[in-house]
């Protein structure tokens, strides 16, 4: 199992929805946020998603179509 940090950004409507229970349940995956900011009309995650790598890209997708932003921190300076 490979951890891929991820940086994903949401609109205000999905502030108060509990978007990472949500993969968890759903997709079977694992979150370990790394940081996070959440305020009234935005938010952003920076985390690790392990699991299997169907259930990642699945759980990915989710979040692209809900009208989050995902991008790939794979070899980012700053995500070391």
């Not at 968890?24 to 996070?36: G, L, M, Q, S």
């Amino acid at each position: 199992m490979s951890d891929t940090r991820y940086f994903i950004s949401f609109p205000e409507a999905l502030v108060t929805r509990p978007i990472v229970y949500d993969l968890v349940k759903r997709f079977d995956v694992v979150p370990n946020i790394r940081r996070a900011n959440v305020e009234g009309n935005t938010g952003w995650i920076i985390m690790e998603l392990g699991g299997e790598p169907t259930a990642r890209e699945a759980a990915l997708e989710y979040l692209r179509n809900e009208g989050c932003i995902v991008d790939d921190m794979t070899g980012d300076i700053v995500a070391g």
